[in-house]
């Protein structure tokens, strides 16, 4: 985190940008914390990270839509988890493109998977819209308001540097068991 404030305060809204376009939380979180130290600006930081945000699942929906053929070997291993983020979409219509912006392990898929099927573009383009936006905003001013629980939080991290592959080791252990289970034989049938 700490070289992700460095690099963000020197190259800024260039690598903010291009973070975002495949979700990039640690991105914003950390352009709202140096848009409190007064490093960039809270609204840009906004508005940037809203339109990359929106460009890159616009541009996963599209190769999910036109280019199944091409990018399917790519995802020959997540065919069952694309399969889990088309039953997502089905049981949860639109609400799964916002709540997926928060959980990483979907970020990526939802868009594609939803892009496999006859949904709407334009539909998708309009809560893909608002969604990033809402996503943009509640990062940002969250992470603008908490800036100093999170500068104390990586103050103490950096004296316990053995801590951080720990916290890492679990968030990734949690996403992997929910894919297990929610993949599992028998409960969710492929349809790509």
Do not use: C
Not at 75 to 86: D, M
């Amino acid at each position: 985190m700490e070289d992700m404030l460095t690099y963000l305060s020197t190259y800024g809204y260039i690598i903010l940008f291009a973070y975002t376009l495949g979700g990039g939380m640690v991105a914003i979180i950390a352009a709202g914390v140096l848009s409190y130290a007064g490093k960039m600006d809270l609204t840009l930081i906004i508005i940037v990270a809203s339109i990359s945000n929106f460009l890159g699942d616009t541009l996963l929906f599209y190769l999910g839509r036109y280019n199944k053929q091409a990018i399917m070997p790519y995802f020959k291993k997540q065919t069952r988890n694309l399969a889990l983020a088309q039953i997502l979409f089905k049981k949860h219509g639109g609400k799964i493109i916002f709540f997926k912006k928060y959980i990483y392990g979907l970020k990526t898929l939802v868009p594609i998977a939803i892009g496999l099927t006859k949904y709407s573009f334009g539909k998708f383009s309009i809560i893909n819209l608002i969604s990033s936006i809402i996503w943009a905003i509640s990062l940002g001013f969250l992470s603008y308001y908490m800036a100093d629980l999170l500068i104390d939080f990586f103050k103490f991290m950096e004296k316990k540097p053995w801590i951080t592959p720990l916290i890492l080791l679990f968030i990734l252990g949690v996403i992997v068991f929910y894919f297990k289970k929610a993949t599992k034989k028998g409960k969710v049938v492929s349809k790509i």
